[in-house]
């Protein structure tokens, strides 16, 4: 029996130890960064920062603790006033509606892929994989699919669509 758990401690460690090595010793494919785009909102959707409180507190829904809470993430956030935040959020009624939150989506994201599309001199046709990932925004089709859809990419492109992360 003695011999049965020295041979099994023995084929563990070697085991554990060709796994460490394989895992460090195999050399890693590089993965490069080719370029960036940033997405630059439009003149109009620029939004002062001190319109955000008196906003808030005019909806009726936050007692004042809120507003205090709200009002002390928002100045230590980084948020200046060249923030931008599309108009229908801050309008008069406001929209917090699928159809706002795909318009907003398409905006930002077409712009800036498109944008990375003509540094790189990348065709939609040449991109393998396409990532994305939302917290709160997950519709159907999924952004990734939307952005596939939208740039014509090949159907042999791989899309993963991360949510609620």
Same mark, same amino acid.
């Given at each position: ?28 494919? $590089?993965? /490069? ?6 997405? *630059?909102?439009? !003149?109009?959707?620029? #939004? ?44 008069? $009624?406001? /929209? ?6 795909? *318009?907003?989506? !398409?905006?930002?994201? #077409? ?55």
């Amino acid at each position: 029996m003695s011999v049965n758990v020295a041979v099994f401690g023995v084929l563990a460690a070697v085991t554990v130890a060709s796994l460490l090595s394989y895992t460090f010793a195999t050399p890693k494919l $590089p993965v /490069y960064l080719v370029d960036f785009a940033v997405h *630059k909102g439009l !003149e109009e959707w620029k #939004f002062c920062k001190d319109l955000f409180i008196p906003m808030s507190a005019q909806t009726g829904r936050f007692t004042d603790d809120e507003l205090d809470f709200q009002k002390k993430i928002l100045y230590r956030s980084g948020l200046g006033d060249e923030t931008y935040v599309p108009p229908w959020l801050y309008s008069k $009624p406001q /929209y917090f509606d699928y159809a706002h939150a795909r *318009k907003e989506f !398409e905006v930002t994201c #077409f712009t800036a892929i498109r944008d990375l599309l003509n540094k790189t001199g990348v065709q939609p046709r040449q991109i393998g994989v396409v990532i994305t990932n939302s917290s709160l925004f997950n519709p159907t089709p999924s952004l990734s699919a939307t952005i596939m859809n939208h740039f014509k990419m090949p159907h042999s492109t791989l899309n993963y669509n991360l949510g609620g992360m």
